[in-house]
Each structure stands twice: as structure tokens, then as C-alpha cells.
């Protein structure tokens, strides 16, 4: 099961900043929180990951909380290409042998 | 383009036949996943291989198996189809043994009518 908890859907205006929550309560001290996007029915596209510092890249930014138990992805920019479905997995990096994909956000951007 | 690819794209079939999907990794990784994505069981993992030795197994049905050659490519064999085994199904591949870092192919539809 899922350690995940995402809103189902969100709708963010094209240009602004779209930020997406995720609970993970019960995350442990070796987990890492990670992100993927899946565009339409194309496979999954792994976005960041974090243990505990913020983490920035060229697709986005992700803020963990002080004590882990959520996180937000930020995509700085959105654009219409961003419309997707957006999977926050928690997982151990080393020995990690499967990811353990929930329901998702489905992000729309809006023109 | 993620550097894995899969064929074939579709796949249309009857029940009780027998497929195989095909799976290339991206040049240098030594590991490939294998996960079924349907309609109302969402993305699943089925099973692992690493340098062409089996390292972990998900939800993967008695009737479905895989390998991975010394080449690295990997194929999914699935066999006495039922309507339900229709979905996607993705391969994806990483450098090492267990990394959260993946990278998808596009997938192969399979289609059981």
C-alpha cells in the first residue's frame, strides 16, 4: 500500500507556480520522499527526490517539513505541458526494489 | 526519450493466448522493472531483475513470467489471457540493484478481446 496521502485533483493558471502537497505521516528515518509525473498514458518520469533539505533541479523544487511527515512539489513555472498525473512515493534508496505508486494528483493547467 | 524502449506498442489478442513483451534498457543499467498499469488497479509493480538474476516479485500472476538475457534486454511473457490482464504495462531500468530513480519506457498496450 501507498504511505502517500494527495489531494486527487488540482487546477493551477499557466505561469503561476503550482504546488502540490503530499502526507506521508508515517515516513522513517532511511526513507526518501520521491516524485514522478505521468503525461497522459507515456510512463511515468521521475521529477526529484529528497531525505530531509530541500531539493532543487531543473523541473522543480521540493520542501520537506522539519519533521518529514509532508512534503510539497513545486513546478515554478507551469506550463500547459505540466498537465499530468503527479505520484509522491515514499522509499528507502538503498535495496529499494519496487516504487509503490498511489492515486496521484492530476494536475490541469489552464490557459 | 528516456533510453528504454519497448515493443511492441499494442498488442491485440484473445483470451487464452500467449504474448510476450519485449523490454531494452537504457545503455549501462543493469536493473529492469516490470509494472502493469490497469484501469482499476492503477501502476503495479510485477518483478525485478538484476544483471539477469530475479531480485524481487510484486503482484505478478502465477501465468505471467520474465527473464532478462545476458544483453540485458528483458521479456514478459504472459500466458492463458483473461479480458482482465488488458493495461499497460511499463518497463523501466536503473543503474543499480535498488534505486527509487527509474526510467520508464513507453509502455506496451495489451488489449485481450
Known amino acids: 500500500d501507498a504511505k502517500t496521502t494527495q489531494p486527487p485533483s488540482m487546477d493551477c493558471a499557466e505561469g503561476r507556480a503550482a504546488n502540490l502537497p503530499c502526507n506521508h505521516s508515517t515516513i522513517s528515518g532511511n526513507e526518501y520522499v520521491y516524485w514522478y509525473r505521468q503525461i497522459h498514458s507515456q510512463g511515468p518520469q521521475y521529477i526529484i527526490h529528497g531525505l530531509k533539505n530541500n531539493e532543487t533541479n531543473e523541473m522543480a523544487s521540493l520542501i520537506i517539513t522539519e519533521d518529514r511527515k509532508s512534503s510539497t512539489l513545486i513546478l515554478p513555472h507551469a506550463t500547459l505541458r505540466d498537465t499530468a498525473v503527479y505520484y509522491c512515493?515514499?522509499?528507502?534508496?538503498?535495496?529499494?526494489?519496487?516504487?509503490?505508486f498511489g492515486q496521484g494528483t492530476r494536475l490541469t493547467i489552464n490557459p | 526519450d528516456s533510453g528504454v524502449t519497448q515493443t511492441p506498442k499494442h498488442l491485440i489478442t484473445a483470451t487464452g493466448q500467449r504474448v510476450t513483451l519485449r523490454c531494452s534498457p537504457r545503455?549501462?543499467?543493469?536493473?529492469v522493472y516490470w509494472y502493469q498499469q490497469s484501469l482499476d488497479q492503477g501502476l503495479q509493480f510485477l518483478i525485478q531483475?538484476?544483471?539477469?538474476?530475479?531480485?524481487a516479485k510484486g503482484n505478478i500472476l502465477e501465468r505471467f513470467s520474465a527473464q532478462q538475457f545476458p544483453d540485458l534486454h528483458s521479456e514478459l511473457n504472459l500466458s492463458s489471457l483473461e479480458l482482465g490482464d488488458s493495461a499497460l504495462y511499463f518497463c523501466?531500468?536503473?543503474?543499480?540493484?535498488?534505486?527509487?530513480?527509474?526510467?520508464f519506457g513507453p509502455g506496451t498496450r495489451l488489449t485481450v478481446l
Open positions: 531483475y538484476y544483471n539477469g538474476e530475479e531480485r
Open positions: 523501466a531500468s536503473s543503474v543499480v540493484l535498488g534505486a527509487g530513480e527509474q526510467f
Open positions: 545503455s549501462g543499467d543493469l536493473s
Open positions: 512515493i515514499v522509499d528507502i534508496i538503498q535495496g529499494a526494489q519496487k516504487l509503490v
